[in-house]
């Protein structure tokens, strides 16, 4: 498994417009071979920002790979960066990219959907 993410430090006051951004966009994740979920996360508030995390899991890190280089991806992010009236984020997106070495499941909920 893979797992990508890009943390976002969004700026006081514009939180709603980040998460409706997100909401809206159509990501075509859906359609890519490997793709296996996707969450959008809310962290700490700090004085200037709060922290955002876009959190994907893959098959594999190649199939991520795939994906950066497909025209889902180009069409789901065709409007990133847009110039705005204010700005969204304190800096770019930080990308962190991640394999899978250990995992462990809870064994009592595939039990629970028996």
């Known amino acids: 498994m893979f797992i990508a993410m ?3 430090k969004v ?3 514009e939180e709603a417009a980040f998460e409706e ?3 809206s966009r159509k990501t075509r994740l859906d359609e890519m071979a490997g793709f296996q979920a ?3 996360l809310k962290g700490p508030e700090k004085d200037d920002h709060t922290l955002y995390s876009s959190h994907t899991t ?3 890190k190649e199939a991520f790979t795939a994906w950066t280089k ?3 991806f180009r069409e789901s992010h065709r409007n990133a960066g847009q110039p705005r009236e204010r700005p969204l984020y ?3 997106p930080e990308f962190e990219g991640f394999e899978t070495v250990l995992s462990e499941s809870n064994p009592k909920l595939r039990q629970a959907a028996e």
């Open 6 to 8: 890009n943390r976002f």
């Open 11 to 13: 700026v006081k006051g």
């Open 21 to 23: 951004i997100w909401s």
């Open 38 to 40: 996707f969450h959008l």
């Open 58 to 60: 893959w098959a594999s």
């Open 70 to 72: 497909s025209e889902q």
């Open 90 to 92: 304190l800096g770019h």
